[in-house]
């Protein structure tokens, strides 16, 4: 396993890094094979430690890697959703428009005053509707059984397994 060296300052990345001040080094896996290394003088306890600094390195290493590409798609997710944004706020400034053609279509059967009232009316009761139709599906949303169950599964396996991993009939 090699060190590698951080070009970055330290701490946020605002500050200069000191003159003479060496960078903090991360383990990381080697981009080129490490030279060869002779396990035979080794005890298995050594080779073990060794084998699981690797393992949890490479865990580690897997890890930062899926959080980077995960941080770059959901950039490009939200600068895309930007324009999604300025879309749905040319409409909703939009909507109130074929409103305003009902009214005016109104206003020569009604007086002007009952046509605004009918239509706020129209959009209230269908506001209400919407918002009977979302609570109705809100309130069907449960918590998942199945995931819960199996966590909960995996934990009492852990603890079993935990508890008998020191006992061996040699």
């Not at 995960?70 to 600068?79: I, M, Q």
């Not at 279509?105 to 007086?111: A, C, G, R, Y």
């Amino acid at each position: 396993m090699t060190a590698v060296t951080s070009t970055q300052p330290a701490g946020d990345g605002r500050h200069a890094r000191q003159v003479g001040a060496e960078p903090p080094r991360v383990p990381a896996i080697p981009l080129s094979p490490e030279p060869p290394v002779s396990y035979q003088d080794q005890s298995i306890g050594m080779l073990v430690r060794e084998a699981s600094a690797q393992l949890s390195t490479l865990i580690r290493s897997e890890v930062e890697l899926a959080r980077a590409e995960v941080a770059s798609e959901v950039r490009k997710g939200v600068r895309g959703s930007v324009f999604f944004l300025i879309a749905l706020a040319i409409v909703l400034f939009s909507v109130v428009f074929p409103f305003l053609a009902l009214v005016e279509v109104l206003d020569t059967w009604w007086w002007r005053w009952a046509s605004f009232v009918a239509v706020f009316a129209v959009m209230l009761v269908t506001a209400g509707l919407f918002v009977l139709l979302g609570y109705r599906r809100v309130r069907s949303i449960h918590k998942p059984e199945r995931t819960i169950s199996s966590l909960q599964e995996a934990v009492q396996l852990t603890r079993r397994n935990g508890d008998g991993a020191g006992h061996h009939d040699g």
